[in-house]
């Protein structure tokens, strides 16, 4: 049986892939104008790039930020996610900078999950994934590839890598070349459900020919979809209410 994971009223690793809608505005204004748009848009779960704010390495404007989430957004799960400039994001932090934001946000008991990208080493992943289950929060194990879409063999060792590092839920964002990248990564993610079902899996081929990966996790096995009600967070990204569509009739 395959591991599940409750996040308040949500339940990820069972059912229809739930849809995350990321926010990333620079500044609480804005932060206040996407939550208002979130209200008419379908979805399970929110994530905050915080890479985006700009004022996300002052602790006050951090926390003033994440207090407001929470308020508006009730039981709804968040996940914190800080990505930075070698992964992709807009965030110029070292690992050791990094970690100390993650575990400040995690002591708030504010947001519900923090994204630890497995290329901040297994030290940094351990010691964020102890301070966020001591503190009862959980952790997205994540690893992206901007340029390339790695063998079958490759992505499924490192979402085990991040399986054996305790994440509780693990995440792999590839970039395809061609057509049969996307199916390479639709068969990794196969072959998680079907041989390595410890915990929840996230893949997605990103930019427009990916686009399937996004829509097919109910086949494939993949739990989160990322959809937009706004801005996007990543090449590929379709609207939610259409991503609804495409996961509900599928």
Aim: charged share 20%; with cysteine.
């Amino acid at each position: 049986m395959k591991n599940i994971v409750k996040i308040r009223n949500v339940v990820f690793g069972e059912g229809i892939p739930k849809i995350c809608i990321p926010l990333t505005d620079a500044n609480i204004e804005e932060l206040s104008k996407s939550v208002n748009e979130l209200k008419s848009a379908p979805f399970d779960m929110v994530e905050w790039r915080a890479d985006f704010f700009n004022d996300i390495e002052d602790p006050q404007k951090r926390f003033q930020a994440m207090s407001f989430l929470r308020e508006q957004l009730g039981n709804t799960p968040i996940l914190f996610t800080a990505r930075t400039s070698v992964e992709g994001g807009k965030l110029d932090i070292d690992t050791e900078g990094h970690v100390k934001l993650l575990t400040s946000v995690i002591d708030t008991g504010l947001m519900d999950l923090v994204d630890v990208e497995l290329s901040r080493g297994e030290d940094a992943m351990k010691t964020i994934r102890d301070a966020a289950h001591k503190a009862g929060m959980h952790i997205i194990g994540s690893l992206h590839d901007f340029a390339s879409t790695p063998s079958k063999e490759r992505i499924v060792y490192h979402l085990c890598q991040m399986q054996k590092l305790g994440a509780d839920i693990v995440k792999y964002a590839v970039t395809p070349q061609c057509a049969r990248d996307v199916l390479t990564l639709l068969d990794a993610t196969l072959t998680m459900q079907e041989e390595h079902n410890e915990t929840p899996v996230i893949t997605m081929s990103m930019g427009g020919q990916g686009a399937v990966s996004r829509v097919c996790g109910s086949v494939f096995g993949s739990s989160i979809t990322f959809g937009t009600a706004g801005n996007s967070s990543a090449p590929g990204q379709l609207p939610a209410d259409l991503l609804s569509t495409f996961i509900n009739n599928l």
